[in-house]
T-cell receptor, first 111, second 114 residues
Framework: TQLLEQSPQFLSIQEGENLTVYCNSSSVFSSLQWYRQEPGEGPVLLVTVVTGGEVKKLKRLTFQFGDARKDSSLHITAAQPGDTGLYLCAGAETGGFKTIFGAGTRLFVKA | NAGVTQTPKFQVLKTGQSMTLQCAQDMNHNSMYWYRQDPGMGLRLIYYSASEGTTDKGEVPNGYNVSRLNKREFSLRLESAAPSQTSVYFC?????????????FGDGTRLSIL
């Protein structure tokens, strides 16, 4: 069974600070996706990384896929209160239809 | 707005009651999924339908059944609800069977079993 472990589970920081969220597995995935979920809503896709070593930037968010395609990280620069939410990483099953989700990192950014 | 619509948004059931959660998407997607989300456990796949006419078990299928009614609709049924099924249920769809494509989620059904 493929598993994805996210760390930290919970993070509370001040506005302007930087942070990194990690997503690790012992399995290889064909791609890694990062979703953000707000209270009362479903997850919304932020980015998909497909190639080992790939780095993608989305404004203040930087996503990296590990060289071996087993892990990924999300770095937020100068966090803002609007970044508050639950961040989920999700690995696409190699050769299948399913996606495996991590347990999520709940981020609070205080003004 | 186009997207995934789930009904109902909230439901309270007594142990042993049955109910069906409805999901419809209007994006002409082939694949549809049902997940449950519990605190500290992320999203766990219950059942999925890779394409119209097919359904398969996910990680936690016990106590649930599904029906892919047509390309748009994918329902989840609890035949005899148990307190362990108290959760938030999300339906999702994907354009192709390719798991590298993004999933589009509904806003969830919050289900409490007393």
């Amino acid at each position: 069974t493929q598993l994805l472990e996210q760390s930290p589970q919970f993070l509370s920081i001040q506005e302007g600070e930087n942070l990194t969220v990690y997503c690790n597995s012992s399995s290889v995935f064909s791609s890694l996706q990062w979703y953000r979920q707000e209270p009362g809503e479903g997850p919304v896709l932020l980015v998909t990384v497909v190639t080992g070593g790939e780095v993608k930037k989305l404004k203040r968010l930087t996503f990296q896929f590990g060289d071996a395609r087993k892990d990924s990280s999300l770095h937020i620069t100068a966090a803002q209160p609007g970044d508050t939410g639950l961040y989920l990483c999700a690995g696409a099953e190699t050769g299948g239809f399913k996606t495996i989700f991590g347990a999520g990192t709940r981020l609070f950014v205080k003004a | 707005n186009a997207g995934v619509t789930q009904t109902p948004k909230f439901q309270v059931l007594k142990t042993g009651q049955s109910m069906t959660l409805q999901c419809a998407q209007d994006m002409n997607h082939n694949s549809m999924y049902w997940y449950r989300q519990d605190p500290g456990m992320g999203l766990r796949l219950i059942y999925y339908s890779a394409s119209e006419g097919t359904t398969d078990k996910g990680e936690v299928p016990n106590g649930y059944n599904v029906s892919r009614l047509n390309k748009r609709e994918f329902s989840l049924r609890l035949e005899s609800a148990a307190p362990s099924q108290t959760s938030v249920y999300f339906c999702a769809s994907r354009a192709l069977g390719d798991p590298n494509q993004p999933q589009h989620f509904g806003d969830g059904t919050r289900l409490s079993i007393l």
